[in-house]
């Protein structure tokens, strides 16, 4: 069954703290693994997308990476803000059949 | 700047009502998705459309119907509200390389 798993379910830290966050996928076949960033009360805005054959990509503070023997990934935040509070939900893509989305971890970011 | 709008931000109904929610993309993709979010239970698929007059029944579609009339509109109707439709709805259109683009969600609350 294609699945999406994220860990942690929610996450405290304190402002200027660095983070990772994980996914873990039993998605086939696997085309690219996207994270989103949704803020309360808004929709899911796309921060990285990686295929197959990329390990790491970086999007400002954000860093994703991706390990597809294993079938996982991470998405690191550095030195984080306030701003950064939102959930972040891992999405893969199966060649377009279908996108599998995780239930999302809720980062909140204390000052 | 690509967009995909929803009518509503708010919503509150009574039960028994029909109630219509809107989408409108201005990106001329041919997918379109309305999903339901919940806490703890990440995005459900409730019904997707590949193109004008064609719709595809998601993971959770009872309850729910839709119209797909334009391209650019993609409608979601609750034929007869019920508490347990209370939910944030999230509208999406989907483009294979770059994914999806989401609308900004509208919290319905069905009293």
């Known amino acids: 069954k294609n699945q999406v798993e994220q860990s942690p379910q929610s996450l405290i830290i304190l402002e200027g703290k660095n983070c990772t966050l994980q996914?873990?996928?039993?998605?086939?076949?696997?085309?690219?693994l996207r994270w989103y960033k949704q803020d309360t009360g808004r929709g899911p805005v796309s921060l990285t997308i990686?295929?197959?054959?990329?390990n790491t990509k970086s999007n400002g503070r954000y860093t994703a990476t991706l390990d597809a023997d294993t079938k996982q990934s991470s998405l690191h935040i550095t030195a984080s803000q306030l701003s950064d509070s939102a959930s972040y939900i891992c999405v893969v893509d199966n060649y377009g059949q279908n996108f599998v989305f995780g239930p999302g971890t809720r980062l909140s970011v204390l000052p | 700047d690509v967009k995909v709008t929803q009518s509503s931000r708010y919503l509150v109904k009574r039960t028994g009502e029909k109630v219509f929610l809107e989408c409108v993309q201005d990106?001329?993709?041919?997918?379109m998705f309305w999903y339901r979010q919940d806490p703890g239970l990440g995005l459900r698929l409730i019904y997707f459309s590949y193109d004008v007059k064609m719709k595809e029944k998601g993971d959770i579609p009872e309850g729910y119907s839709v119209s797909r009339e334009k391209k650019e509109r993609f409608s979601l109707i609750l034929e007869s509200a019920s508490t347990n439709q209370t939910s944030m709805y999230l509208c999406?259109?989907?483009?294979?390389?770059?994914?999806?683009?989401f609308g900004s969600g509208t919290r319905l609350t069905v009293v």
């Open positions: 990106m001329d993709h041919e997918n």
């Open positions: 996914c873990n996928y039993t998605v086939s076949p696997f085309s690219n």
């Open positions: 990686m295929t197959f054959s990329e």
């Open positions: 999406a259109s989907r483009d294979g390389a770059v994914g999806y683009t």
